[in-house]
Structures are given as structure tokens and as C-alpha cells.
């Protein structure tokens, strides 16, 4: 049945469609675990230049630190072409600025919360603190005050606060969004959500495509109403309480659009050169696997130089591949082989009519730069199965009740008080995760390596893991860096924000 009149969206016959009491709409994907919001438009792909996101400048370097400063507030954005969609964003921006940072200099980010909301800050890959880590219930509460109380018990602060990041770690795409307790799903599909660049010596020393020949590359999914609103089927469209999402749509939200860095499939010219993309999948809940359509002629269209933590010891060619929410990839793609004038698509290959296009390449006719990658990239160190002190296994599955769903790990619900792992510092254990449904299985400030998993590089560090339906990895974790309570949790926004998150402490 369809719900809401003014509907004038797109409709796929055969596919069910539901609705809730706001009027939102949505329908079944094949093989994504959500449901799509239907919105009222879904505009020309390639129509649109490619955006790339600004640079956020420190304000101030005192020794080996780097001090910037972020304002966490509402804008309007054109994001689809002739209208403004009311945003929430760091500095204003969606996605927010991007960050440089350089291995041996610590970063401080001073963030003013200029919303009608609280946030909470995380460093998604960053070896952390876990003062400053975004814990859930660390909140800042905005500026101009907070009617509605603290809602949780963690350390809060009001208006401004500092966040550290020591950075003492490999050069990565790292990436930050709002980490709020409950609500963090509506609060980065507002716009909550931004690239860091971290750079070391070891990368610097190979001498990859850099400048206009790097392309960070956020991809998301979002869906519109006529007005360009965002619609996301909150309970609390004012993100106050209840949290999560309508009964229909708790498996996970998806967009009936595809954005890079924030414009709607978009196109970008470049030269018959080789090209660094920096690719994050920052969707709520949507998988993706890329592909290159035309592909270069006798040979694979992707080189992995990287993945979540970084420089793989070796690069890997790829035909496509796939990234889960919040994973991120590195890959070199040379141009020099496609003719001037030819069109090149980065296409969506799980996606359908509407959120298949992702970015459209033009090829120049002027020549770029040649790079062959070496054979070794990296040292990367391989940790033991022999060195695991214990094994410990976690569950992710769905527990339906009356009025929606709950996502329990191992059957507990997150609580801010109960700890599911307390390893000690510098231990190695082995983690068995299984799941129901597709989830992200991602663990804050240590990464790891995947022992068992097929079509999974298990030579690179990792922080996110996709377990498939009715899925089952294991992997090895050393509990290095810095003391202190630490979550981990799936990356589908919805499920994390109705339980799918748990503690685990170093001790």
C-alpha cells in the first residue's frame, strides 16, 4: 500500500513498497539488507562536476601539534541542482573539510556545537584516547543549551571542547562523523561526516599520483523530498527520544540517490595519467561493489595499493570490488589507455536503475603521469594465531519485538556500563563474529587482520569486517596503544543505534 498522497517518486513494479506515519516510502533492494526511502526525484547522473571537499588550515602550530578548529552547525547546500537542502555539517560543509595530517605531529580539533542537538566526535580509524575518542555518551551538548537533560552518563561537555588525536600510527584514509549516542544514523545522514588524510614517510617514499592526481572520493546514499529535505524515517523526526527509525525500515536505511563528496553522480575530467582514489563508503547501510565500465583493454581496471589501515604489503589487481559501510579502499586506475573523449563510469555494480552510476570519468586528450607500483608496498607485520591468548566469540542478530526490532550482540544490548571484552594491555586474542543478517563488524582504536575469510585480503590491517548473511570470520587483534573503554559495533547506523554495540575495555 502506498502511504502519502503528495508521493511522486519512483516506483519499481513488483517490488513491495511500505510506508509509516510521516508518509516516507520505501521498497526492497536485491541483495542490501535495508529498505530504500522512495523520494520525490532522482536527478541526471552526469550532469553535475565532481566537488572535491575543502581544506581545513590549522589555526595555530605550537612544536609537533597542529591545532584546527570545527564548528558543528546548520547550513543550506545545493545538493540536487535548483533547490537547498537544510543540512547539519561540520563547518557548515557536507561533507565536512578535509584533513591532513602527518605521522610524528599531533592534531588538536577544537569543535563548537552550534546545533540544535548533542554530538559526539569520532576519529573512524584513528588510534585514539578513549577520552577523545567519540565514546557514544560523551556528549557536547550545543551552545545555546539543552532543554531535554544529559540523556546519558558519560563525560559531557557544553558548547566547545577539544579533541586530541595523537596519530601515532600508518598513513590511512581516515575518516570522522557524529558518534551520538542512539541517533548517530539521522544525525550523519543530516551530513555529520568527513575525509582525513594521514600521511607518514614510508608512503611519501613511494611516490604515488598526489595533487590533482589524488581524488578522496565520499560516497554516500541519500533520498529528497520536492522541498530537497532530506527524508530519513526517524521516530523523533527532533532527535530527542524515542530513537531509531520506523518499524519498516529498521533493518537499515538506504538512499534512492548516489552522492560523491556530496553531488549527485558526478563527472570529472582527467588526463590519460594514473589516479590515486581515496574511496570511503560513508553510507548508512548500503553495500557497494565498484566496477569500471569501459575497463582498459587487457588487463584489470583496479590496482588495491590499500585498505582500512592502510598500504597493503603488495598491490592486487582487481576486475571490482566491494566495500561495506564505513570501509574504505585505495586504488590506482591509469587512463592512459582510453582514448581522448572517451567516457569512463565508476558504476555501483549491487546497485539498480537508480543507484547504479557513481562517477563519470572524461578522458582528455593531454597526457598524465606513469606510475608502476613496486612490488612490495609496505612492511606489514602478520600477527600469530600462536600468539592469541584466548578466543573469545560474538554473535550479531536481530531480536524482533512488538513495535520494531532490537540488535543485540552475543544477546546483550549496548550498556555504557557492561564490558564484553577486557583483554590487557598488549594482549592478542582471536575474535569468531556470526551473523543473521549483513553486518560491518567494526572496532574502535585497535585494527586487525582477518584470518579466514575468502575473498577478503587477509594481509592488510582492517578496522571493519563484512559479515555476510548468515556469515562467519575470524580475526586477530592486538590490544595495543592506550588504556581505557572502547566500543565496537556494526556499521549499519540503524542497528547500531538500536543495540548493535558493545564495550570492551583495556586493561
Not at 324 to 347: M, Q, W
Request: with cysteine.
Amino acid at each position: 500500500m502506498l502511504v502519502g498522497a503528495a508521493f511522486a517518486g519512483p516506483f519499481v513494479a513488483g517490488c513491495s513498497v511500505t510506508g509509516g506515519d510521516q508518509g516516507i516510502l520505501g521498497r526492497k533492494v536485491p541483495g542490501q539488507t535495508g529498505l530504500m526511502v522512495l523520494g520525490a526525484s532522482v536527478p541526471e547522473s552526469f550532469t553535475v562536476p565532481l566537488a572535491l571537499p575543502s581544506m581545513l588550515r590549522p589555526v595555530r602550530t605550537v612544536g609537533s601539534t597542529d591545532h584546527y578548529e570545527l564548528t558543528v552547525r546548520p547550513a543550506l547546500q545545493e545538493i540536487v541542482s535548483g533547490v537547498e537542502t537544510p543540512i547539519w555539517g561540520y563547518n557548515g560543509e557536507f561533507p565536512g573539510p578535509l584533513i591532513e595530517s602527518q605521522r610524528g605531529r599531533r592534531v588538536v580539533v577544537h569543535t563548537r556545537n552550534e546545533l540544535p542537538a548533542p554530538v559526539s566526535t569520532h576519529l573512524h580509524g584513528g588510534r585514539t584516547p578513549a577520552a577523545d575518542d567519540g565514546y557514544p555518551t560523551d556528549l557536547l551538548l550545543p551552545a545555546r543549551g539543552w532543554e531535554h537533560g544529559h540523556e546519558h552518563s558519560g563525560a559531557i561537555s557544553h558548547g566547545e571542547r577539544d579533541y586530541t588525536y595523537p596519530l601515532d600510527q600508518r598513513a590511512a584514509l581516515l575518516w570522522y562523523h557524529d558518534h551520538r549516542m542512539d541517533f548517530t544514523g539521522p544525525q550523519v545522514w543530516r551530513g555529520l561526516a568527513g575525509m582525513h588524510l594521514h600521511r607518514d614517510d614510508e608512503e611519501a617514499a613511494l611516490g604515488l599520483p598526489t595533487g590533482e592526481y589524488e581524488l578522496p572520493l565520499m560516497v554516500t546514499d541519500r533520498s529528497f523530498g520536492r522541498d530537497g529535505r532530506f527524508l530519513y524515517p526517524s521516530r523523533d523526526p527532533e532527535l530527542v527520544s524515542p530513537p531509531g527509525v520506523l518499524p519498516d525500515f529498521a533493518n537499515g536505511v538506504l538512499g534512492d540517490v548516489l552522492l560523491v563528496n556530496g553531488v549527485p553522480a558526478p563527472f570529472h575530467p582527467v588526463s590519460r595519467g594514473v589516479y590515486r582514489l581515496r574511496i570511503v563508503n560513508a553510507s548508512n547501510a548500503r553495500h557497494y561493489r565498484f566496477e569500471l565500465v569501459p575497463g582498459p583493454p587487457g588487463r584489470e581496471p583496479f590496482l588495491l595499493i590499500g585498505s582500512d589501515g592502510g598500504l597493503l604489503a603488495a598491490p592486487v589487481e582487481l576486475r571490482s570490488f566491494a566495500l561495506a559501510p564505513s570501509e574504505r579502499a585505495d586504488v590506482l586506475v591509469d587512463f592512459s589507455s582510453f582514448s581522448p573523449g572517451e567516457n569512463v563510469v565508476l558504476r555501483n555494480r549491487y546497485g539498480d536503475e537508480h543507484c547504479s552510476d557513481v562517477l563519470l570519468f572524461r578522458v582528455g586528450s593531454e597526457w598524465g603521469p606513469s606510475y608502476s607500483a613496486p612490488a612490495v608496498l609496505s612492511h606489514v607485520e602478520r600477527l600469530d594465531e600462536s600468539q592469541a591468548v584466548r578466543t573469545r566469540t560474538f554473535h550479531f542478530a536481530r531480536r524482533n519485538q512488538h513495535d520494531g526490532a532490537l540488535w543485540p550482540i552475543g544477546g546483550h544490548l549496548f550498556d555504557p556500563d557492561h564490558i564484553a571484552a577486557a583483554p590487557a594491555l598488549g594482549d592478542t586474542e582471536i575474535w569468531q563474529l556470526s551473523s543473521d543478517l549483513r553486518h560491518p563488524f567494526h572496532i574502535h582504536h585497535v585494527p586487525f587482520q582477518v584470518l579466514d575469510n575468502p575473498g577478503v585480503d587477509k594481509y592488510g590491517w582492517k578496522d571493519t569486517l563484512a559479515l555476510g548473511l548468515r556469515g562467519s570470520a575470524r580475526v586477530i587483534i592486538r590490544f595495543d596503544g592506550y588504556r581505557g573503554k572502547y566500543t565496537f559495533h556494526c556499521h549499519t547506523y540503524e542497528h547500531e543505534d538500536m543495540g548493535m554495540m558493545a564495550n570492551y575495555a583495556i586493561t
